[in-house]
């Protein structure tokens, strides 16, 4: 059988790494296939080295493969960090973001990390930075956009208006040829 030869090396292997990492069941067979490596007499430096894992990280997947069996090579829970506002706070934040910041945060004209961050203070006690407050604007589906100022050359009545009260010579009058030399 010829070899098969990988132009990057690393870099595919870089890559297949990845996607192991990417899914949970991908990293589950990752798993079962160290334990398996190991239950056929590889050391756990062999299978580490082999699958680009620690050996005490096989060690960690043996153990846990020997207490629990095939459920203990499952993922466990991540739990991360613990969210600052509960889900009935968050259902309110979203309710208020339907509304109009007058209304809910008294002096601003539009929601954004920093009016959003204040008003949670004084409603719930919790201090969010306005980076997080500007997060979980986007995570709750709204978007922070400053509003956009209607220009006189975009309305056309309005560019009459404007062209006429600063130079009357401009006005619209069709007895006015602008286009012709005096």
């Not at 070899?3 to 790494?17: E, I």
């Not at 009016?115 to 949670?120: F, N, R, Y």
Request: aromatic share 4%.
């Amino acid at each position: 059988m010829k070899a098969l030869s990988l132009g990057d090396a690393s870099g595919v292997l870089r890559g297949l790494r990845d996607e192991i990492r990417r899914s949970a069941e991908a990293r589950y067979n990752h798993r079962l296939h160290g334990v398996l490596l190991m239950a056929q007499g590889m050391s756990g430096r062999e299978v580490g080295k082999l699958l680009g894992d620690s050996p005490r990280t096989v060690q960690y997947w043996v153990r846990r493969f020997a207490e629990n069996g095939m459920a203990g090579l499952l993922e466990g829970v991540r739990p991360g960090r613990p969210r600052r506002l509960s889900e009935l706070q968050l259902q309110e934040v979203k309710a208020a973001l339907g509304r109009s910041p007058e209304e809910s945060a008294g002096r601003a004209n539009r929601w954004d990390g920093k009016t959003l961050s204040a008003w949670i203070e004084r409603r719930f006690g919790v201090s969010l930075g306005a980076r997080q407050c500007q997060y979980l604007l986007r995570q709750l589906g709204f978007r922070s956009r400053v509003p956009r100022q209607l220009i006189a050359e975009a309305d056309p009545p309005q560019r009459q208006k404007t062209a006429c009260k600063e130079r009357p010579e401009l006005s619209r009058d069709p007895a006015v040829d602008l286009m012709t030399p005096n």
